[in-house]
């Protein structure tokens, strides 16, 4: 499951659109599903997705990009929201 989790020792954080928070103490958020997507998938229709050659081509152009960033983290100031 996709989520993301605050520690507890920090305030609880405002959760983006298209998210839920899990728990009370406002300290973990999950995405919430796309019912329509749900049913894409439920019918099979493979129209609305990626397929296998296309995703190994997106990791082949992406995968030396962000490598490159990463190598490259203490040179960028990130702002965190």
């Known amino acids: 499951?996709?989520?993301v989790t605050a520690s507890p020792e920090l305030p609880?954080?405002?959760i983006?659109?298209?998210w839920r928070l899990l728990g009370?103490?406002?300290?973990?958020a999950v995405p919430i599903a796309d019912p329509s997507l749900l049913?894409?998938?439920w019918f099979g229709e493979k129209n609305f997705f990626i397929d296998t050659v296309g995703l190994l081509e997106s990791?082949?152009?992406w995968t030396p990009l962000?490598?490159?960033?990463?190598?490259?983290?203490?040179?960028?100031?990130i702002d965190v929201y």
């Open 1 to 3: 499951m996709t989520a």
């Open 12 to 14: 609880s954080f405002k």
């Open 16 to 18: 983006p659109q298209g």
């Open 24 to 28: 009370e103490d406002g300290h973990k």
């Open 39 to 41: 049913q894409e998938i």
């Open 59 to 61: 990791f082949r152009v």
């Open 66 to 77: 962000l490598q490159d960033i990463d190598s490259q983290q203490d040179m960028i100031d």
